[in-house]
């Protein structure tokens, strides 16, 4: 099995793999292109993306400066917005719902590495997949953590840590989030 397949899979896997290393590569050549366009060149911003991303819906709007690592593990529903400054570590699945709107400065984080602290020198990872339903708003300087799975209409309150997975309808906030409020 390569790399690639154990990253896909959840599996521990060497990140310093030559396949790996190309893919990222050419991730950080189309994230210079899509930073280097002005914020209001939606169109041709959205055709970067829409060859970048798994998939996009129709009006993804990601603003500058945006960064990732593979681009091909996200996954955008329509109407996604995503404010300036935000990094979203794809080694795993990052699947946004639609009409979802993310605030400026959040991280979302599948890269997953090892306590043990030899085994984390050996240079392993694995990706835990982040879901986030449809209609939700993620506050700005949020961090959304490996494994996470928001339902539908989350409003996350800027700021928040978020460890653990949420259901619909809720706000959250804090470090770690926590429910705030049914909505």
Request: hydrophobic residues 40%; neutral net charge; charged residues 25%.
């Amino acid at each position: 099995m390569t790399e690639r397949e154990k990253q896909l899979r959840g599996e521990w896997f060497r990140y310093n793999d030559p396949e790996l290393k190309a893919l990222r590569a050419h991730c950080n050549k189309e994230i210079f292109r899509l930073n280097s366009l002005d914020n209001s060149r939606k169109e041709e911003r959205l055709k970067i993306i829409k060859g970048l991303f798994g998939s996009a819906g129709e009006n993804v709007n990601i603003k500058s400066y945006f960064q990732c690592d593979y681009g091909y593990n996200i996954y955008a529903g329509d109407n996604v917005f995503a404010n300036y400054n935000c990094v979203f570590l794809d080694v795993g699945r990052i699947e946004i719902g639609a009409d979802t709107l993310i605030g400026p400065q959040v991280g979302i984080y599948t890269a997953a590495h090892p306590l043990d602290p030899e085994l984390r020198r050996s240079g392993v990872e694995r990706a835990e997949d982040v879901r986030i339903g449809k209609n939700c708003w993620i506050g700005g300087n949020v961090t959304i953590n490996p494994g996470v799975v928001l339902g539908d209409n989350v409003v996350v309150a800027s700021g928040a840590v978020v460890t653990q997975s949420f259901e619909g309808n809720v706000m959250i906030a804090g470090v770690p989030a926590r429910v705030i409020k049914k909505l």
